[in-house]
């Protein structure tokens, strides 16, 4: 007898349906890293309680997704962008499919346990995928719903203060999103406001500007290939050999901002236009990277600075107010403000590279690796790994 399951549809809309930046990180790492594998690991910092239905339901979600395929219509919009080739939109993701096999899941006192291993340029696809569907299965398997009129007074609110205030703000709530459909609400609401979105289906949908270059994972992997020291001088470098200055936002805090800024060098700053603060006090960040730039001589008014952490509108507004007319541009990233604002408490999770493997080599051994970031709270990894990359990198412990 089949087995019947309360969500029989794909929460996740199509192969599109995810952030911009994993598929500008998956290009750069097929160009380079084919051969390497990567772990990926969940974290519910929340601790929320699952039981074994709600593992099913995911586990079936996660084998609908195996069915999926990036749209057409989808790859045609992606292929006005001069950065991604003709083969890799019509060759590699037209003919993508997710292995369901790579990812694992178990239930541990009531903790949701999830495991991503495989080649890491699509492994690392998984993350936005689960995330999302994570999130809506939690309230629709909770019986929790969102208060629609809540979220769109709240949200029109939102969106006046942006166009008041003159705000560059971008909406990044794929991860955490409350649903699919609050989602796709928010964008068809604001798309003529925000400057674009991370999400790759509803920039489509919707025609407006899709936006991303890297994560963390970026970083992370060139920690498990090249080692701590290297990490951040090869992600950049790499980063341009494929891009140029065209996706030049360089994301700083994986292995601290102040790490980063050592490796920032004049070259790298004049192939970078703007620089991303994701964690610590952003205020002190910003000024960070303005007294970088005036110590190589590159004036910060030619230079985008964008924020992306836990951001409101209110808090993008405050530090507009203090970096206007310092830099060319202040821009904000907001996700789960935008997304998940609707009445009910967003899932406080995360899902991040553990380990990375070289395949290539005589004796292939998994290598862990970290994400430090400028809050102690942020930092991923064991606590071994995390160690040994503050001593490498003179962080104090």
């Known amino acids: 007898m089949t087995k019947k399951f309360l969500v029989g549809r794909c929460i996740v809309q ?10 500008t990180m998956m290009y750069a790492m097929m160009l380079f890293f084919p051969h390497v594998w990567g772990r990926y690991e969940f974290t519910d910092r ?26 057409s219509d989808v790859l045609r919009t992606l292929a006005k962008f001069p950065f991604l080739p003709h083969h890799f939109l019509f060759e590699t993701l037209k003919n993508l499919r997710m292995d369901p096999d790579e990812v694992q899941i178990s239930l541990e006192d009531g903790r949701l346990k999830v495991v991503v291993e495989g080649p ?79 999400n790759v289906w509803l920039a489509h949908k919707y025609g407006i500007k899709v936006l991303g270059t890297m994560a963390h994972e970026w970083f992370m992997l060139m920690q498990g290939i090249f080692g ?8 950049l470098e790499f ?14 805090d994986t292995f601290t901002t102040e790490a980063f800024l050592n490796d920032f060098t004049y070259d790298f700053a004049t192939g970078f236009d703007s620089l991303r603060q994701d964690s610590g006090d952003p205020y002190v960040i910003g000024e960070m990277f303005i007294n970088h730039w005036n110590q190589l001589g590159i004036d910060p008014l030619t230079k985008t600075t964008m924020f992306s952490d836990s951001l409101n509108i209110d808090k993008a507004h405050d530090l507009d107010a203090h970096f206007r007319g310092r830099v060319k541009r202040v821009a904000s990233g ?21 380990a990375v493997k070289d395949m290539s080599r005589v004796t292939p051994r998994w290598v862990d690796v970290v994400k430090i970031s400028d809050h102690p709270g942020k930092a991923r990894g064991t606590a071994e790994a995390i160690a040994s990359t503050k001593y490498e990198l003179g962080i104090a412990a």
């Open 120 to 198: 890491i340029y699509r492994a690392m696809l998984w993350e936005i995928y689960l995330m999302s569907t994570i999130s809506e299965l939690h309230y629709i398997l909770n019986d929790l719903h969102p208060n629609w009129v809540l979220f769109q007074e709240k949200l029109q609110i939102k969106l006046e203060k942006i166009l008041r205030y003159g705000l560059f703000v971008a909406e990044y709530g794929t991860r955490r999103r409350q649903s699919f459909a609050i989602h796709d609400t928010a964008v068809r609401m604001g798309m003529n406001i925000f400057v674009g979105t991370s």
């Open 239 to 252: 980063w341009l050999k494929v891009y140029g200055s065209r996706l030049g936002t360089a994301l700083t």
């Open 14 to 23: 199509d192969l599109s349906d995810t952030d911009f930046y994993k598929l």
């Open 46 to 71: 929340g601790k929320t309680q699952w039981n074994e239905r709600m593992v099913d339901e995911l586990k079936h979600q996660v084998k609908l997704i195996g069915g999926l395929r990036f749209s």
């Open 228 to 235: 701590t020291r290297s990490a951040n001088r090869m992600g």
């Open 334 to 354: 907001i996700g789960t403000d935008i997304t998940n604002d609707c009445g009910l408490t967003p899932l406080n999770m995360v899902i991040k590279l553990a």
